[in-house]
């Protein structure tokens, strides 16, 4: 609500200052309807100059693009591709990015999050110095408009939340600070990070995984089991996994979950009932490469190396060759092992 207040007033006084200036210029206002007819395109104009400035600084610095919204729409990352879907509307735009590493992270969100603010700040004054320069009432409604509504974006620095929406201002102080604020940014950027870059599970920071696996959240004894499993070691991941199963609900369980349990049980755990009655529980929202593999490491418990090896080849060939991101390098690790297991059955069978 401060912040609202805080920008009719910038807004107001803004306004006001700008026709004085222009009354000692001797420049008459235009109309009503062609000043109101400029407050669109320059609202426009400065969302795309703030979001750009976050998108452009988080390329300086290697981070992709996942997400990104305005109105009506959201478009976001599908492998290789983008897809886009109408949501609740929104007033404004947003840009998601992700890391490819969390070695910098602290400093790089710092830089990311100063730099809508800080773009808006310098288009605005360039946008003010040309209506200064213009001899047109027009002109100088236009690029007065555009000043204003795009410096407002650097009030953005602003530390506050509305509607559980935080400013660039009130997250940048939590980076600054540090502590389970910033826990909690890398924890919901870790899968975005590995399935849209080349970051493996295995390269999240270690000693935060194992801070965010302390407590009984599910998903964070999730992401500590994809971080071991991928780093090889076997003895920490099944530990992460027994407590992931004993928290799940038998009725609907997160489809994820139970798609790595059933996969967990059997292939390491020796467990193919187990594995099997958490394949059953798998809703159909997963991945089908993903589910395929499950089925494999299942046929595999269940002594029938051949299907194992059709599921497993049939999911190898939904993805591209070399693979592209991180949880796809891990899948492809996954699968091949799937295989040489089922080999090695089949020949022993034989």
Not at 314 to 319: F, T, V
């Amino acid at each position: 609500m401060v912040g609202m207040t805080l920008a009719c007033a910038f807004l107001l006084g803004g306004y006001a200052l700008l026709w004085q200036i222009g009354e000692v210029r001797g420049i008459n206002p235009p109309p009503w309807i062609v000043r109101l007819a400029f407050l669109a395109p320059a609202t426009v104009v400065s969302v795309v100059v703030h979001e750009a400035g976050h998108r452009i600084a988080g390329a300086a610095v290697g981070w992709r693009c996942v997400r990104f919204g305005f109105g009506p729409f959201e478009f976001y990352r599908v492998g290789a591709g983008w897809e886009r879907q109408r949501v609740k509307m929104l007033w404004g735009a947003f840009v998601r990015q992700v890391p490819a590493s969390f070695i910098r992270f602290r400093r790089e969100k710092v830089v990311t999050l100063m730099s809508g603010p800080i773009s808006s700040l310098v288009f605005g004054c360039a946008f003010a110095a040309i209506a200064m320069m213009s001899s047109s009432s027009a002109a100088f409604a236009l690029f007065g408009t555009l000043s204003l509504l795009t410096i407002l974006g650097s009030l953005e620095l602003i530390p506050a939340t509305q509607n559980g929406i935080a400013s660039d201002g009130y997250r940048l102080r939590q980076v600054i600070r540090g502590g389970q604020a910033v826990d909690n940014m890398q924890r919901e950027s870790f899968a975005e990070a590995s399935n849209f870059t080349n970051l493996r599970y295995r390269d999240w920071p270690h000693a935060l995984i194992a801070r965010l696996a302390a407590g009984d959240d599910p998903y964070n004894v999730y992401l500590a089991y994809l971080h071991a499993l991928d780093a090889g070691d076997c003895e920490a991941a099944s530990g992460y996994m027994r407590r992931l199963i004993a928290s799940l609900p038998e009725d609907r369980p997160y489809s994820y979950f139970a798609c790595e349990a059933s996969y967990w049980l059997a292939m390491y755990a020796g467990d193919p009932e187990g594995a099997r009655k958490w394949l059953e529980r798998t809703g159909r929202d997963v991945d089908s490469k993903n589910l395929l593999r499950v089925q494999a490491a299942v046929a595999l418990a269940n002594g029938q190396p051949d299907r194992a090896d059709s599921l497993a080849k049939g999911a190898l060939e939904q993805i591209s060759t070399p693979a592209s991101f991180g949880s796809e390098q891990f899948e492809v690790e996954r699968l091949r092992h799937v295989l040489r297991v089922a080999a090695a059955s089949g020949a022993a069978r034989c």
